[in-house]
Structures are given as C-alpha cells and as structure tokens.
C-alpha cells in the first residue's frame, strides 16, 4: 500500500521559508517521478514544483519559481520542498504526489498516489 505522508506546514510571516517533506512508502521510490501541488480555499489544486526520479530535470510553476527548490532523497525515500520568500498567496494546503514514470508531469491527473497534505499558511 503505497503512503505519502507530508510534513513541514505551518504558519509562518510573510518573507519567511518552510521546508516541506513528503515520506514515502509502499513503493519503490527511486522508480516515481515527485511533485507537489497546492490548493487555496475556492481554488483549484494548482502544480507547484516536480522532480524525475534521478533528480536531473526538475519544474517549476511561475509562481514559485526562483523562490523555491524541489529536491529528494531516493536512499531515505522522502521529497523535499523548500520555499523561501513566502506570500500571503502562498497560503494553501500542499499535496505531494508520485507518478510510476521517468517524466515529470504537471497535470494532476497524472497522479494516482497522493498524501493528505500539509497546511501552509503565510501572514502578511
């Protein structure tokens, strides 16, 4: 049975950073592209960041970019999101989610294994 468990959220001032982790199990991790992807209240769940299984491509949305780095760890089996700079509008619950394939997808769709998320939540 795969697990995606999530860590990390919190309520932080805007400017701030959090560091989000996504634990993984039930797979094997090394063979799943990772993602994360947000969704505000009233929203939909927007893509916010992707990484392929041997780390070498990794994608951003606009809105995050240059503020943020995805990254893991295939030897603990856990993803990483650390955000920096952060915005009211960054405020949402953040979902990672892991897709069987060596491409990074931004299409939530895409992915059949998801954890329960995080709460984020950035003051201004």
């Known amino acids: 049975q795969v697990q995606l468990v999530e860590s990390g959220g919190g309520l932080v001032q805007a400017g701030g950073s959090l560091r989000l982790s996504c634990a993984a199990s039930?797979?094997?991790?090394?063979?799943?592209?990772m993602a994360w992807f947000r969704q505000a209240p009233g929203k939909e769940r927007e893509f916010v960041a992707g990484i392929s299984r041997s780390s070498d491509t990794t994608l951003y949305a606009d809105s995050v970019k240059g503020r943020s780095t995805i990254s893991r760890d295939n030897a603990e089996n856990t993803a990483y999101l650390q955000m920096n700079s952060l915005k009211p509008e960054d405020t949402a619950v953040y979902y990672c989610?892991?897709?069987?394939?060596?491409?990074?997808?931004?299409?939530?769709?895409?992915?059949?294994?998801w954890g329960q998320g995080t709460q984020v939540t950035v003051s201004s």
């Open positions: 989610a892991a897709d069987f394939s060596t491409v990074v997808k931004v299409s939530q769709w895409a992915y059949a294994n």
């Open positions: 039930g797979l094997t991790f090394r063979y799943y592209s």
